[in-house]
């Protein structure tokens, strides 16, 4: 199997998976945007997710020098270390489901923002202490504060967003009982044109919501920041399971076994979190949650909208998780944290794409470019926190 070993090559395994998480979720809102069911797009992110954890396993699990490779442990008495890995997987499906739905509540952003610091916070903690303290406590932790006060940031922006969408609307009496002749005669100043309405005015607000999978308007934000917390606890887990199953700080396994190589614990990660996936999709398509119509495995077969963008999506998570485990396991799963500040890279397809923050108010704008220089700040301290694994 193929091993990272310098600094400098886990620095880049984190870099390219840095930009991998911070995309898929871009694709998935987009999705969703359009008006495909997210329990459609799930089912094929989850394929490809899978598929690319095969991929890795079949290549770098199986060239190199070093011993013992993937196939080989597929044999091996190490249930011990495959029951972390399989529950690394479950709690991080669980967490991608859950932002699935986050997203539409209170934004790509915003979630990516929360999401992604609860899991520096406490996941961050756990490894720390998990891999023997080899990275530098004084570098690490106050990498963890500068997430906490983005965090913070996040918050405000969000509270100050919702201010600034409330203003805008304040002229529309409500989704359903805007006419079509209102809809015309609206003035220019609320962006309501001939053609396609203005990113971040009311008319788009509008627009997205007549076309979006997932209806939000009249619903409280409580219900998106209730989720995003859940999946935030739930990614907050997922690296510590894992760096449990690769390097058995427990003991759990017998005398002479070796450990699990990465690429084989990341191969059963990935077949847990795919047998969730599959349950629990293949259930919301017939008993769907968050008022979202009733479909089937026949409709999702025959849907084609966007699936070639679910592809992808489960493509980019799958290699973005791959090569942020290659880079924790050799600098410290600590350190290979730093990928969580992926909402630099969500919020800029966020804007980019969706039109998020466009004529805000400036003090959206202020906590916003406040949150991502905190970002920029905290992924350069907890990589400079890296250490080296014995």
């Known amino acids: 199997m193929y091993m990272i070993e310098s600094k400098g090559g886990a620095i880049a395994c984190m870099l390219l998976a840095l930009l991998f998480l911070g995309t898929w979720p871009a694709i998935m809102t987009l999705t969703e945007r359009r008006g495909r069911l997210p329990q459609h797009t799930y089912l094929d992110y989850t394929l490809t997710n899978l598929l690319a954890a095969v991929i890795i396993a079949l290549t770098l699990g199986e060239i190199g020098p070093s011993r013992p490779n993937f196939f080989t442990q597929l044999s091996q008495d190490n249930w011990q270390s495959v029951m972390f890995a399989m529950a690394g997987g479950i709690v991080l499906s669980l967490g991608n489901l859950a932002t699935q739905y986050a997203w539409a509540y209170v934004g790509l952003s915003v979630t990516e923002v929360i999401t992604a610091s609860i899991t520096v916070v406490i996941g961050t903690t756990l490894n720390y202490f998990l891999d023997d303290r080899i990275n530098r406590a004084e570098v690490l932790f106050p990498g963890v504060a500068c997430f906490l006060i983005a965090v913070c940031f996040g918050s405000a922006v969000h509270k100050s967003n919702a201010a600034d969408n409330k203003t805008k609307l304040q002229n529309f009496k409500s989704l359903e009982t805007t006419s079509s002749f209102e809809m015309e005669t609206i003035s220019a100043s609320n962006g309501l044109t001939k053609g396609k309405a203005k990113e971040g005015t009311a008319a788009f607000l509008i627009e997205l919501e007549k076309q979006r999978a997932i209806k939000v308007f009249g619903k409280s934000t409580i219900i998106g920041l209730v989720i995003t917390f859940f999946a935030g606890i739930c990614f907050s887990l997922f690296s510590p399971a894992f760096n449990l199953a690769t390097n058995d700080q427990w003991h759990t396994l017998k005398h002479g076994v070796p450990k699990l190589n990465v690429y084989t614990a990341f191969f059963y990660f990935s077949i847990s979190a795919f047998v969730v996936a599959l349950i629990l999709n293949i259930r919301f398509l017939y008993w769907p949650i968050l008022g979202l119509p009733r479909s089937s495995f026949k409709a999702y077969l025959n849907d084609w909208n966007g699936r070639g963008w679910s592809f992808l999506a489960g493509f980019l998570c799958g290699f973005g998780n791959g090569l942020q485990f290659m880079g924790g396991q050799a600098a ?59």
């Open 332 to 390: 410290g799963y600590a350190a290979a944290d730093a990928v969580q500040a992926l909402p630099l890279v969500s919020t800029f397809w966020g804007i980019l794409l969706f039109g998020e923050y466009r004529r805000s108010s400036r003090k959206t704008y202020t906590l916003l470019i406040s949150m991502l220089l905190m970002f920029i700040v905290a992924v350069a301290v907890l990589m400079a926190s890296s250490g080296h694994r014995k």
